[in-house]
């Protein structure tokens, strides 16, 4: 429980507005240092406790299907799932362990390997690969998340930097121990090395606001119970034209609302469509909606400019929530049971960007945001709308915004973000504070 408990802790000191540098490096070093030197047994229980730290929130979103007693038991599936999943790969590390030495025999036509390879060394593979896993398509476990807030990079090539400091130091420790100061200051200087080269600080600000003032960030706070009450729409709708008309007095060349803040099939909605028209003719508006099509639902982006509109479907669609990952047949006895048998939203094969004033932003909704998917071709800009009311409270938007900072920082986009049941926000790449401050 040690190590989950150091791999966890960035997110609970940020949730609880603790967060600081100095704290969570030690932690994420010492996380990684438990599993790269620990058995299977320790992975296993790291997973099954990484899996609660970290996603216990999953099990929130059914308190709000109206199915309650169903929470310990989703939170006990993904624990296990984790756990499963940690102790395969550390009893894998363990099968390759004695093969290693014969590979490099085989591959390099070296006669007599001089050096005995530890488990630790497949070990950090694995870990250095984990975040490529995804159980039943949820990608949301990045080992290397826990060193966002550090002084150490966070891209594949500086987080394998520091596991080889770290398998350095361990073979310091044990030179020094045999008492062996050739190999001792050797294993030091390599340790000291990659340490350096892991290195790769770089601040990352969260702002509420747009610090160009181009763009208003139209943050609801309306629980899920309420916002798909049918009796509540014609004040949610009058919300949304508040909060555009605010924009507009505010001189915005954009306003962007959260996720599902018009809780309709919006296509459908021929006397709102007009409104929001007439209104785009003073400022663009992208708003989050249902969008239906012969029968295919889809979770969408509305962007309204000058009296036209413009649909960003989703991506990537939530596991269980949106699209069942399990087989069909099981899926279906899923959708019965939790969702009302309501059928899988559709999702778009391509990602749509937005020009707004001459600037390309890429549309994301909710979950989609948070996936590596989205960031492929390292998009400039990203406006994103989510809907955390499915998951309030928790720290789901704790662990959501720590997410996006990590993709601000890997590949260089600044992301807005409008935001139900919580603050709204921009993470501001690092690479784009001069020419936004100037």
């Not at 025999?105 to 001089?114: A, E, L, M």
């Not at 080269?197 to 763009?215: F, W, Y």
């Not at 069909?328 to 969702?339: L, P, T």
């Amino acid at each position: 429980m040690t190590a989950a408990a150091a791999g966890s802790a960035f997110v609970y000191l940020d949730a609880t507005g603790w967060s600081n540098p100095w704290i969570e490096t030690p932690l994420a070093l010492l996380f990684f240092w438990l599993l790269l030197f620990g058995d299977p047994r320790l992975w296993a229980w790291t997973g099954f406790f990484l899996g609660l730290f970290w996603f216990h929130w999953i099990g929130v979103s059914f308190l709000h299907y109206g199915h309650p007693w169903a929470i310990p038991f989703v939170d006990l599936a993904v624990a296990l799932t984790y756990a499963l999943l940690f102790w395969i790969l550390a009893r894998f590390a363990e099968f390759l362990t004695p093969h290693i030495p014969r590979l490099l025999q085989k591959t390099f036509n070296i006669q007599h390997p001089t050096s005995n390879i530890h488990s630790s060394y497949p070990k950090a593979i694995l870990l250095w690969g984990m975040s490529y896993i995804h159980p039943f398509g949820f990608d949301w476990f990045k080992p290397e998340l826990t060193l966002v807030h550090t002084p150490f990079g966070i891209d594949k090539a500086h987080f394998a930097a520091l596991l080889l400091a770290l398998l350095f130091f361990e073979s310091f420790l044990h030179s020094v121990k045999l008492k062996n100061p050739q190999k001792s200051l050797f294993s030091l200087l390599l340790s000291l090395l990659f340490l350096w080269l892991s290195l790769a600080p770089a601040k990352i600000l969260v702002l509420s606001n747009d610090p160009e003032g181009r763009i208003a960030l139209a943050g609801t706070r309306i629980p899920v119970e309420a916002k798909w009450n049918p009796d509540n729409f014609l004040r949610e709708y009058r919300t949304v034209l508040e909060q555009i008309d605010r924009a507009i007095a505010a001189g915005k060349k954009a306003v962007l609302l959260p996720e599902s803040v018009l809780p309709v099939f919006l296509n459908r909605e021929p006397r709102i469509l007009d409104v929001l028209e007439r209104r785009s003719q003073k400022i663009d508006i992208v708003v989050g909606a249902l969008y239906s099509l012969r029968g295919q639902n889809r979770n969408s982006a509305y962007w309204f400019h000058r009296g036209r509109y413009q649909v960003a479907d989703k991506i990537v669609l939530v596991p269980f929530g949106e699209a069942n990952p399990l087989p069909s047949w099981a899926g279906r006895w899923v959708n019965a049971i939790f969702f009302d048998g309501a059928p899988d939203y559709l999702p778009a094969r391509h990602p749509t960007d937005f020009h707004i004033d001459g600037r390309a932003y890429r549309a994301a909704v909710c979950y989609e945001g948070t996936s590596e998917r989205l960031y492929a071709d390292r998009p400039a800009r990203i406006l994103m709308m989510s809907n955390n009311g499915w998951f309030t409270p928790s720290i789901e938007a704790t662990l959501q915004r720590l997410l996006l900072e990590y993709y601000s920082r890997k590949y260089g986009t600044t992301i807005y973000h409008a935001v139900n049941m919580g603050p709204s926000y921009v993470v501001v790449n690092p690479k784009d504070r001069k020419s936004i401050f100037q």
